[in-house]
Structures are given as structure tokens and as C-alpha cells.
């Protein structure tokens, strides 16, 4: 298949700090490809510079062919962004806020007004139409962004961090509604922190750190870069020394590597059976309570982890 983005050597400097630092990736019509990485990793500036908000400081990208720094006119009309920050008025309604943005397309009339019906209907929002969208959940107001990014029909959707601050029911209506766009052919560039987002949805997936692209690839890909290797995740309480037991644990026998986040520590084991009883042993001698454990089998959050030598969320 013919590539609809390439992103050649892209940097993005704010004076001497790099945001973006040469990455390089393509995707392909009808792809989903995700970029995986934890917060200021550098997803939503890359984001800004694809769809023309910010200029690069090197580098070179295209949409169809169209460079996005001397056709940025012709670029705009090739792509759909779902910013993560929510961009509507409030105090219009869903329908409203449609046809004011379609407006800012350049479309109109009887256009303007079937394709705001279908993409109503393609959000689950018919039976909401008419109300303002300060009364809506979060959920809600993430649907109609989705919904302003396709009224144009793009060629590339760009969806950056997409279910952030909504609750899970929501989340996953949002995330089944990626799902059925790409079924439906819309190459979607989908940018997350949360490894089970990108597992669920991408067909490709780059990892992403301090503005670096550090591996590509599909999952199979990725996890192989972590071998046969398993993964503890020692679930701890609000008031355990998550980081000291991290620290003891690297030097207990199959661990591999070790880190902690949000009162769960994450080790890459050789072998999880093996290692379990020594684990639980070395967190007892400390005296730190394990609420829980789970054993994974490798996943996008092992190689993170393997790749780095930290948690994907810290």
C-alpha cells in the first residue's frame, strides 16, 4: 500500500530543549498506528507539527504527498484532528457546534447540513442534537470532537490522547468508535499513555520517549524485543514504600529489571514462577504489604520498561 504519512527525520526545538528529536515512521491507507508513550514524551507536539500548527526545526513530513511546511493549505484539507484538549463552544449545541465548524472547512448548504446529520448518527448523538454542550459528560464532548475532526471526510485522522479524563464506560464507548472508523478505511494516527489502548487498537505502534522514537513495529514485533521474559505487577497500598522495594527487588535473583508507578511495581522476570517466592519474601523482610499479583506474558508495557529502565506511566 501506498504511504499517506512520512515523517522523515522530524525535530522540534523550544530554544535549547528538543520536544521531538529526529523521528522518522509512515503510515499506511487504512493503517492504525499509535504513538505509545508516557506524558511530555513528545506525542502531542509531533501532533502539532503534522497538522500544521507548529513549523519544525528540521526535518520534512507529507500528507499524500503534500509537504507539510510549503502546502500547508492542501494539508489541511487532507486531515481530521481530534486535539486533546475539548474544542467546542458550550454554550451552542452538538448540532450547532457541527455546522459552525464545518463552516470553517469551507462547506455549506445542503452539504453541510446531510453530513452533519450522518456524523451525528456516527457518534451516537441524534437524541442530543439540539442541547447545549455545557450539559454534556465528558464522554459526550469527546464523541462530538471526534465528530468535528471527520466532517470534512479526511484521508488521515490525527487523534491525540483521545479518552484521557473520562470515565470508563466512556472510555470504551470512545475506544470501539476508533475501532469501527478504522474498519470502516480511516487511517487514524492515534497517540496514548495507556499500553492497554494501543494493544487493543493498533495495527503498528511507536514507542515514544523524551522526543525520541526508540522501537517500531507491530506488537509481535515489539514483544519480541523482550523475549521469552514475564512480567510481576505487585500491587501495593497507598501507604508502602513503592521505590524502596523497587530498589530490593533488583537485586533478588530473575529480576531483571524493576520500577514503580502509581503504587504498582512492574519487574521483567525470566521466569515469574521461579521468581515469585523470592519477591514476596524480600517485600515480607521489609515489611511492605502486597495487596495483589499478576502475571503477564510480554506486553508493550515489558518493552517500555526493558527499553528504558522505568514504568510507562511514570
Not at 487532507?78 to 486535539?83: D, E, M, Q, R, S
Not at 456524523?119 to 450539559?135: C, D, F, P, S, Y
Not at 505502534?205 to 523524551?210: A, E, N, Q, R, T
Request: with cysteine; charged share 20%.
Amino acid at each position: 500500500m501506498a504511504a499517506i504519512l512520512e515523517v522523515e527525520h522530524l525535530v522540534k526545538c523550544y530554544g535549547d530543549f528538543t520536544a521531538v528529536n529526529d523521528i522518522s515512521f509512515s503510515i499506511e491507507a487504512g493503517e492504525l498506528f499509535s504513538l505509545l508513550g508516557p506524558n511530555g514524551a513528545g506525542k502531542t507536539t509531533t501532533i502539532s507539527v503534522l497538522s500544521t500548527l507548529l513549523k519544525p526545526t528540521r526535518g520534512s513530513a507529507s500528507i499524500c504527498g503534500h509537504s507539510i511546511t510549503r502546502e500547508m493549505l492542501e494539508v489541511r484539507q487532507l486531515i481530521g484532528v481530534v486535539p486533546q484538549e475539548i474544542a467546542l463552544y458550550d454554550m451552542l449545541s452538538a448540532r450547532e457546534n457541527l455546522i459552525y465548524w464545518g463552516q470553517m472547512y469551507g462547506m455549506g448548504g445542503s452539504q453541510l447540513k446531510d453530513q452533519v446529520e450522518r456524523i451525528l448518527e456516527q457518534i451516537g448523538l441524534v437524541e442530543k442534537a439540539n442541547q447545549r454542550v455545557k450539559t454534556f459528560s465528558g464522554g459526550m464532548k469527546r464523541r462530538l470532537n471526534i465528530g468535528v475532526g471527520l466532517l470534512h471526510t479526511p484521508r488521515i485522522l490525527f487523534m491525540d490522547e483521545p479518552t484521557v479524563g473520562i470515565d470508563p464506560q466512556s472510555r470504551r464507548n470512545i475506544l470501539e468508535a476508533v475501532k469501527t472508523l478504522n474498519q470502516q478505511g480511516m487511517t487514524i494516527l492515534y497517540t496514548t499513555h495507556y499500553m492497554e489502548e494501543a494493544q487493543e487498537l493498533s495495527d503498528r505502534v511507536g514507542i515514544i520517549d523524551h522526543g525520541q522514537l526508540i522501537a517500531l513495529g507491530t506488537q509481535k514485533e515489539l514483544t519480541q524485543l523482550v523475549g521469552e521474559h514475564e512480567t510481576l505487577r505487585l500491587h501495593l497500598g497507598q501507604d508502602q514504600d513503592g521505590d524502596a522495594l523497587t530498589e530490593a527487588l533488583r537485586a533478588v535473583p530473575g529480576v531483571l529489571n524493576a520500577s514503580c508507578a502509581d503504587q504498582t511495581v512492574v519487574l521483567i522476570v525470566s521466569e515469574a514462577e521461579e521468581a515469585l517466592a523470592p519477591v514476596i519474601t524480600r517485600a515480607n523482610e521489609l515489611g511492605t504489604k502486597i495487596h495483589s499479583v499478576d502475571i503477564q506474558e510480554p506486553n508493550l508495557e515489558a518493552v517500555f520498561l526493558h527499553l528504558t529502565g522505568r514504568a510507562l506511566r511514570d
